[in-house]
């Protein structure tokens, strides 16, 4: 994962608290790093005058070969501009965390981020209001997480996460490998279920130019794997097809070993599928590769990855539509279950028609926290969209207020 698209995940929750140089002005300070009883690494910074408000930022993905640590480039903007810097300047305080693990890390995130708060109480004290933030595997931490203890967080943002259905992103995933190995046999050695540690190791250097030579070289090939798998393109953008596969293809690599070693067995199932939109279906599902999933994998998925749509507490989601990570119909997945659970009301989706995984404007986001925060306590951010760096800019974001429900 490269470190602009990682720099993009923090700017999918908080880069609209905005990109501008006067907050470089405003005072920011960040205590020590800490470290939790579960040995993750925690940050505090605090404003110069603090609105009694705490912003936790539950981070994305990290490859699980990585060392455990503060992903410091998910807290920078391309720009150069530090994430809990621009939190401060709003007045809030920014805590964040490591999480204990990495890689499939959402039971030992949800437990880091709910100590984390128990962590700021005894140092700078008890916040008024709690808003947990995060992108991608965050997105899915903070859903659960605000699901589960309502009287911990406040409210919740969530962008670009798999809160619609954990079990379907993996045969999502799953399904994506196994169609690309169909029409690029030995491309990538091992299987949807068992990747060998010299693909992971090499897996930049070797096998993302291998990817690139075998596509490049069997375009009709390339067609018919997106149309079987739906994975989204961006058809004005040529080169957004390589992105999608090369995305997909380092989720494949680098998560399912040990998402199988962590969900107690693998957890793909594709043996009844019948897939479709091939040149010759037949031949495709008569040909591919079949898998059964281990019990003991899905009953962890049941009761650890799930979400319920059950709120006590705001919960405000932010998503592109054209996601070929972790794609949108997680959304209407997730406002069904709220309707289901009668929490439909606590619930805002945001969708952004774009292509891109967390590919969101500071506009977007800011706006997106601002409805969160008029949910919680019915008060506006008056004022923010002035550090907004244009008119034309402002005027999105009043306009995305008004249609989601908050005042401008």
């Known amino acids: 994962m490269t470190r602009t698209t990682r720099a993009l995940w923090a700017a999918a929750i908080l880069?609209?608290?905005?990109?501008?140089?006067?907050?470089?002005?405003a005072t920011s300070?960040?205590?020590?790093?800490?470290v939790q009883t579960s040995g993750a690494i925690y940050r505090i910074c605090m404003p110069a005058v603090w609105n009694g408000d705490l912003v936790v930022y539950a981070h994305g993905y990290v490859g699980f070969n990585e060392p455990v640590a503060i992903p410091e480039d998910q807290l920078v903007l391309p720009d150069g501009t530090s994430v809990p810097q621009l939190v401060n300047t709003l007045g809030f305080a920014f805590a964040t965390t490591s999480y204990s693990t990495n890689g499939l890390a959402v039971v030992q995130g949800i437990?880091?981020?709910?100590?984390?708060v128990h962590v700021f109480t005894t140092t700078p004290g008890a916040a008024r209001h709690v808003f947990l933030a995060g992108p991608s595997e965050g997105g899915l931490i903070t859903t659960l997480a605000v699901e589960r203890h309502p009287d911990v967080f406040s409210g919740g943002l969530a962008a670009c996460g798999p809160i619609g259905d954990f079990r379907r992103q993996i045969n999502y995933d799953g399904?994506?490998?196994?169609?690309?190995?169909?029409?690029?046999?030995?491309v990538i050695?091992?299987?949807?279920?068992?990747?060998?540690?010299?693909?992971?190791?090499?897996?930049?250097?070797?096998y993302v130019p291998a990817i690139q030579a075998a596509t490049q070289a069997n375009p009709d090939a390339v067609r018919q794997l997106l149309k079987v798998t739906h994975a989204p393109t961006d058809q004005a953008d040529p080169s957004s097809i390589e992105a999608t596969i090369l995305g997909l293809a380092f989720y494949d690599v680098f998560a399912t070993n040990d998402?199988?070693?962590?969900?107690?067995?693998?957890?793909?199932?594709?043996?009844?599928?019948?897939?479709?939109?091939?040149?010759?279906?037949?031949?495709?599902?008569?040909?591919?590769?079949?898998f059964t999933p281990d019990s003991a994998a899905l009953t962890t998925i049941r009761q650890n990855y799930q979400t319920t749509g059950r709120l006590r507490?705001?919960?405000?989601?932010?998503?592109?539509?054209?996601?070929?990570?972790?794609?949108?119909w997680h959304e209407p997945q997730y406002t069904l279950k709220t309707l289901l659970a009668g929490s439909f009301t606590r619930h805002i989706n945001m969708s952004i028609s774009r292509y891109g995984h967390c590919q969101f404007k500071a506009t977007e986001a800011l706006a997106a926290f601002a409805v969160l925060v008029f949910m919680v306590n019915r008060q506006n951010l008056n004022?923010?969209?002035?550090?907004l760096p244009d008119a034309a800019s402002q005027t999105d974001y009043r306009a995305l207020i008004r249609q989601y429900g908050g005042t401008p």
């Open 15 to 25: 880069s609209a608290l905005p990109a501008v140089r006067q907050a470089s002005a």
């Open 29 to 34: 300070t960040c205590e020590p790093d800490g």
């Open 111 to 116: 437990d880091d981020v709910v100590d984390l």
């Open 175 to 186: 399904d994506f490998r196994v169609v690309f190995d169909y029409f690029f046999p030995g």
């Open 189 to 206: 050695p091992g299987s949807p279920i068992s990747v060998p540690a010299d693909v992971i190791d090499g897996f930049t250097n070797v």
């Open 259 to 290: 998402a199988g070693q962590k969900l107690g067995g693998q957890p793909y199932s594709n043996w009844l599928t019948f897939y479709r939109g091939s040149d010759d279906d037949v031949k495709l599902n008569a040909n591919l590769a079949r």
């Open 313 to 328: 507490s705001p919960l405000v989601t932010l998503h592109t539509t054209g996601d070929p990570i972790v794609p949108y």
């Open 383 to 387: 004022g923010v969209e002035a550090v």
